[in-house]
């Protein structure tokens, strides 16, 4: 299936939710030829850390991947942005708020001058309320005092996001010096999987562009993806949660699944394409990173400087819905 | 207009002197103590503050962010059309101004809606050449322009108008209402209350929300066929931890004649909850979501 007729697909089973968005939404210009992209013959690296569980040695493992990365925090000011968007007890949506507050401490640790969490959560209104049942209110110190509810902070506008003439981002997201995308590993039923890029969505101000951020599914997801990557990434560095993932129907009703590592890197679509071949999943396959590659960053295996563990032993294929069992890396 | 309570003390004063003591200067409110104002905060405490000057002094605010095409938009630097002109129609019809600024905004919501519901998709809705959790020739409404129908903005824009036909006879007014009573029930959620747009995804079914569970029953009063969705909702309101899904409820079971619990607490930092709260109060001013019942 090539990747106009998947995020066709998946744009109109997103607008499926509240109706069909339109025969043309999310249909893109073509890829630019391989050999004329900006990051063409580059490599990134990117640092995978085994962690077996969310209570031991959490830190340690953080911070060594952290420093595996050589990502310099000192004096600047950090935004944490997890994956907080619904919750249900039966199941892990969110990254695990051992992940959120370890790494508020790894990097204030680190000498960043400001740590800061902000999520703009795509579904529900009652932003700290979903804080509250996630345990991110009861269990991250003074949670209320570093939270930013990026659905409702101020905001200015930017001009030529994924071609609009002006697009509104919180400020927070856009003061900051680094954005750290605290992304939980899962799969996604209309992008395939969701990762450090995709969790972008949640910088994306609901005061504007309601609750979910719908403007996006009518950019097309895998091009709001890529847009959003092209706007932030450059100044942001991926940490995602894949101790316990969700495989299956994710986002919000698959499964957990346990693949105990910490993946890491400052090329957000290098530690995606990682991500994806410890979940089974061919990134070359997955329509967002398609449009990343090359320009945006590295997916292409051999051009990943592969840091900490191989990923070689780490695979454990996560559950695909039917609509992308094609992703299934060989 | 109740909500003029001086005791602090009180579930009710208590959030009327949190909004009074953080009103910006400019008359609006931010989402948060000390930011920018925002139409939907604002909106809603000028709405519990109803009578009040600081309510007359939002309205001023609020009326200068009305665009030229009769919506209005969410704050004074984003040049967006919004949902939140239903708020403002409703501000304006509690205010009794029926004015042009009015007539303008009702008219814009009565030509918005969703564009799942464009000709072409609903025939191709028809023709089955895509999946559809709901029938998309019922017109909702979408939180901004270009976007698709959600319960929310549907519930907000059903109550303004509602409100509106009271004093506005329009056939395309009550055509509009009637249409979007039906859209909601037809994305209910099979538990029987509603989740925020769809009662399934990829043929899996949506649980519902207590919040917008809450909101569809506002924009429903006058049916007598909820019975299911009112179990639901007390029980939504034993459950959730979410204050603004209580007071939600709570406004809905009042406006529905149901007895609904108690409410209690310190205010939100939240200051759009801290609203919603004042209005849900015994002696709020919840009467301003008040609609004449279903659409003849």
Sequence with gaps: ????????????????????????????????????????????????????????????????????????????????????????????????VAVVATALEVFRSLGAADVKIGEGPGHRRDTLAIAELTRYRSEIPNFDDVFVDLNRDDVTGVKGFAGRDEFYFPNSVLSADIVVSLAKMKTHHWAGATLSMKNFFGLVPGSIYGWPKNE????????????????????SFALVDGIVGMEGNGPIQGTRKQAGVLVMGSDLAAVDATCCRIMGIDPTRVGYLQKAADQLGIIEESRIEQRGEAIKGLRTNFELIKEFSQLRLA | ?????????????????????????????????????????????ALALAGE?????????????????????PAAGVQVSSWGTSLCATIAMVRDEWGQPLQNGVKWLVGSSGVESGWLNVVAARLRLVRQERDVALKSWPWKPGNSGWVEPTVHALVALKQASSKISSGELRGRVQMGEAQ???????????????????????????????????????????????????????ETPSPMARAWLTIAMRLHGVKPGE??????????????????????NYHVMRTAGAAA
């Design chain 1, 1 to 96: 299936m090539n990747s106009n007729r998947r995020e066709f697909l998946a744009l109109a089973g997103a607008a499926s939710v509240a109706g069909f968005a339109g025969f043309n939404g999310g249909r893109d210009k073509q890829p630019k030829a391989a050999s004329k992209l900006p990051l063409a013959g580059q490599t990134s690296a990117v640092v995978v850390v085994k962690a077996a569980s969310y209570s031991k040695d959490l830190a340690d493992a953080m911070l060594r991947g952290i420093l595996e990365c050589e990502l310099d925090v000192a004096g600047k000011t950090v935004l944490l942005k997890p994956n907080f968007v619904e919750f249900d007890p039966n199941t892990c949506i969110n990254t695990d």
């Design chain 1, 216 to 235: 996006l599914h009518h950019i097309g997801i895998d091009t709001a993806i890529v847009e959003l990557t092209r706007a932030f990434g450059p100044k």
């Design chain 2, 1 to 45: 207009m109740a909500g003029h309570t001086s005791d602090s003390k009180s579930y009710l004063g208590a959030r009327l002197a949190v909004l009074r003591n953080t009103q910006n200067p400019d008359g609006g409110w931010g989402y948060f103590a000390g930011k920018s104002s925002w139409l939907e905060p604002t909106a809603y405490a």
């Design chain 2, 53 to 73: 000057p600081a309510a007359d002094r939002a309205w001023k605010l609020l009326s200068s962010w009305q665009l030229p095409d009769g919506s209005w938009k």
């Design chain 2, 184 to 238: 909601l029930m037809d994305v209910r959620s099979r538990d029987g209350g509603w989740n925020y747009g769809s009662p399934a995804a990829l043929g899996v079914d949506l649980p519902s929300y207590p919040e917008t569970t809450a909101l569809a029953l506002l924009a429903l009063q006058g049916h007598d066929d909820l019975g299911k969705a009112f179990d639901l909702a007390r029980r939504q309101m034993g």
């Design chain 2, 263 to 284: 409410l209690n607490g310190d205010p939100q930092s939240d200051l759009m909850i801290t609203a919603i709260e004042a209005l849900a109060a015994p002696e709020g």
